[in-house]
């Protein structure tokens, strides 16, 4: 794995390079004057340059942001590559739109012509074909009034109308005698 290390990583690598030496150093002197004190302190300062390092790589490893940045570029391409994409057949889907309507408009445009030229055609058939009639009944009614056939003829007598009687005067009560029709029993 590749790390790319910052000015200020690297100079703390140096220097953590130089104590890691000089902690060496300490324990080889001090093991060859047998200063077990020496020999400690050497030691100590080993581990606390090996730690330095050892901070330094894992902040460089978790700060470390190329494969993230190299993966936000990759997705940034890819959204401008579909918003062009977007813009693209939006503007096809204007065009189409614009398109159909022209073609709707000069449609309307077509069929009104050619309703007006049929309505033109049907009113001249109309026109014709009353003219036609009209003639026909005029020359009929012609033709009836040279036969005769508006003449006022004479009348037959009417028929002979029944007349209602006349009103006869009312008989007294008493004579009158009772219907006893259906049943109807008087007291």
């Known amino acids: 794995m590749y790390m790319d290390l910052t000015a200020r990583s690297k100079a703390a690598v140096a220097i953590a390079v130089g104590i890691l030496l ?25 581990m606390v340059a090996l730690s330095l390092v050892i ?33 693209a057949a939006q503007a096809g889907l204007t065009n189409e739109s614009t398109r159909l309507n022209r073609e709707a408009i000069a449609e309307r445009a077509r069929l009104t012509a050619m309703l007006k030229a049929e309505r033109a055609k049907m ?5 014709n074909t009353r003219a036609k009639e009209l003639s026909e009944a005029f020359q009929t009614g012609a033709e009836m009034e040279r036969a005769g056939v508006f003449k006022k ?35």
């Open 55 to 87: 901070l330094v790589l894992v902040r460089a490893w978790v700060c470390n942001t190329n494969e993230e940045r190299r993966i936000l570029a990759a997705a940034q391409r890819e959204a401008q590559s579909e918003r062009t994409r977007y813009i």
């Open 123 to 127: 009113q001249a058939e109309f026109d």
């Open 153 to 187: 003829r004479q009348q037959p007598p009417r028929g002979n109308l029944l007349t209602f009687p006349k009103k006869q005067p009312a008989a007294p009560e008493a004579e009158r005698e009772r219907s006893r029709e259906h049943g109807v029993v008087g007291p």
């Open 22 to 46: 000089a902690g060496f150093a300490v324990i080889i002197r001090s093991a060859s004057a047998q200063n077990a004190a020496g020999s400690i302190g050497g030691a100590c300062l080993v």
